[in-house]
C-alpha cells in the first residue's frame, strides 16, 4: 500500500493552467455544439508543459471503425460520412441501405443477405427481433426503434451496442475533454460475417487471397478478419486525414486526429495540443492463422507482422474469441463456445483450471443453453444451420475432473511463440486479453527472460479474478452469504492477482473497464478502481508515482457501457433503481447528480484546462443528460468522470480514519496517456539495454552504470552514479 502517491496533484502540478484557446478554425456544424457561435471552442484543452509529464486520458481499448468490421451490416452508423451526420447516423430502418450508407474511404460496403436463399438482407443481422447480432451482446438488443438522426431517440444509447457511438464530433468532445490517446483496434469475428454473406458449405474455406491482392470486385466474397483488418485501418487514416482537411482546408498534419506510430510521435502529438491514436488488430484468426492453418508458417507471420507494422499498427491481441494457431482463447461464454466450433471445426477442450479463483463452468453453461431458452436456442440452431453444426456434438470436450472450473486446455502453440518473439524484436505492444491461463503463464515467461530486458505486457479490458473472489465473499446486508445470482461467474478471462503483479512488475498496464456483473453504471467502477490502484502502485518502480492503469471502453465491441444512475420524473432525477447494486455498492449510492454545466476546478485534473464548463451535449435535437443517459456515446466521456470523481469525494469522506484504504482521486486516469505512452517506450527500447540493469536506455537514468534503483538524490534526472562528483 503506498498511501503517499496520491497526494493532492496540486503537489505535483500547478493547477492554475492557462486557459488555452487552440487556433483550429473548425467550421460551425449543426452537429456540434463543441464550439460558440464566434467559433471559440467551449471546452479548452490543455496546455502540456513542455518536459513535464503529459496530460490527458486514454482510452486504450476502442474499435472506433466496427461499422466495417463483422460482416459491415452489423453495427449502424459511421464515425464520419463526407455527406455529414445526416448520412452518417442515419435512421436505422429498411429505407435506408447500408450500401448508401456504410460509406468510408470511398468503399462502399457490399450487399448480403442472412438467412441465405432469402429474400430478406442485411437488416436481420443488425437487430431486428432476435437477430443473430443479438447474441454476441449482453443484454441480447434484439427489435429496436430506428431513430437516429436528427432526434437520437432510439440511439445511441448506453446499452445499445449494434449503433455508432464514437461519430467524430463525439469524440471530439471528449478529446476537448481531456482524452488525448485512444487506440482503435480494427476488430471482427468471422461468424457474424458469414451471418452476413452467402454461405459456404462448412469446412470449405473461402477463397483466401491475402487482403492487399484484393479488387473491389470481389468485396462480397470477404468476411475475412483479415480484410475487415484492412478496410478499418484504411478508415482511420481517412478520418486522419478529413479532419485535418476540415480544420484549415489544408493537409498539413495538423488535424486534432492523428495516428502516431511511435510513442515519441505520441509525445510530440500531444504536446502540441491534439490526440494521439494508436492502431491495432483484435481478431480470431490474426494474419489468417486458424489452428490448423499450412500457410500460417514462421516465414509467413514474420511477413504479415511488417506489413502491418508498415500499416501502422503498434497494438495487437495474439488471441480473440477462438483458438488460432498461436494458442487457445480464454473460455469465458457459452456462446463462444458454438461460434468457435464455427470459425475452427474444432471444439474447444476444456480441463481442470491451474488457478483456484476460477469458479466458471463452461460444459455446465453449454448445457444450459442447449436446455434452456427454447428461442435463444432456435436462434443458434438457424445461425449455424448453413455450417453443419450438429448441436448434439460436444462443442465443448471436458476433461477436466467433476466439480473443477473450466480452462481451455491449449496454451502457447510453437506459431505463438513465434509470434510473441517477434513482436517483441518489433517494439510492438503485446495485449494479453483472451488468452487462455496456460498461454498467459507462457507469455508471461517469454516477457519476464527477454533480454536485455524484460518486456512490458498489456491487459487492456480485463477482470480480476482475487477481486471477484473477496466480492464473492461478502455478506448481505442482512449478514448472510450472497445469493448464487449475486456472484461473479470468475472466468479464465479473468486475470489473477498474480498476474497483476507480474504485468506491475514488467512496467505494464492493466485497465479501468466495468464490472462484468449485474446493472451497470459509473459506480460499478469503484471497486475495480480501488482494486487496481491498490496493485498497480504496490512495487518500488518509479512507475509508483504513475502506476501502470488505463481506462477502456469497448466501443463497438458489442457490449454495453455505464447506464444511468438517476430516472428523470417529473423534471427531476429519482434514484435509478436498475442500477443501484444494493450488495456490493450500498454504501456508494449517493445522491449527487452531475450538475449542469460543470466543471472539474474542485478537482484540480491534469487534463482540463481550469475553467473550462461543460453544458449537456447537444446532437440534432437531442440533448444528453449523463444522470438519466449513462454514457450513451464517447462524447459524454466528461460527464462520466465528472459522475466518478463525485463518486470518489462522497467514498474518501466517507473513510474510517483508521482504514487501509487511502483516498482516490482522478489522478491516476488523468495520467493514463503518459502511462501508456511510458509502457511503449518500455516496449520500443527494451532490446537496448548497455548496462544490463533493469533500465532499458532509454529509460535509464544512467544508461552507462547499473543502477537498478534509479536513485537520484539530487532530483536533475541523472541518477547518483552519472551525477558529476
Ligand atoms: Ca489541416
Ligand atoms: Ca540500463
Ligand atoms: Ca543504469
Ligand atoms: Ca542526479
Redesign the pocket.
Known sequence: MQANIYLSCSLVFLCCIIPLTPSMGLSQEPDCDCYDSSNNPIVKAPIQEPDKPLRGIADIHTHMFANLAYGGATLWGCPHHPDGISKALAPCDRTQDFRTYNWTFGRLTPSGCWPPFTTKCWWDVHGQKNSPASLFVENREGKHDKHGYPSFVSWPKHNSAWHQQMYYKWLERAYLGGLRLVVMFAVNNETLSDGFYPKRPFGQSITRKREWDKRDDDLALNTTDTFAVTRQINAAYQLEEDI????????????WFRIAKSPGEAREIIESGAMAVVLGIEVDSLFECKPEAGHCTEESIKRHLLYYKALGVRHIFPMHAYNNKFGGAALYNSFMAFSNYSATGEPFTAEDCQHPDYNYDLVNAVNALKTGDSSLMDLITGFFLDLAIDLDKNIVVDERNKGAATCNKVGLMPMGEVLIKEMMENGMIIDLDHMSYKMRQSVFQLAETYLPTPYPLVSSHSGFAELEKELNGKKTPGGKPLPEEDRFEIKEWDLTGEEVDRIRELGGIVSLYKLSKGKISSLNYLHRYEYIVRKMTGGNYHTSEYPGIGFSTDWGGATVQAGPRFKSENGGYVANSAFIDETFLKDCNIDQIVEYPFNFDDICTKSIAKGTIFEKQVTGTRTFDFNIDGLAHVGLLPDLMRDFANILEHRNAKLDPGSEKIPLTLDPLFNSAEIYIRMWERAECAKYNDDNDKWCNKLDNCPGLANDDQADSDGDGRGDLCDEP
Do not use: F, R, Y
Not at 244 to 255: Q, R
Open positions: 485535418d482537411l476540415e480544420n484549415d482546408g489544408k493537409k498539413n498534419h495538423n488535424g
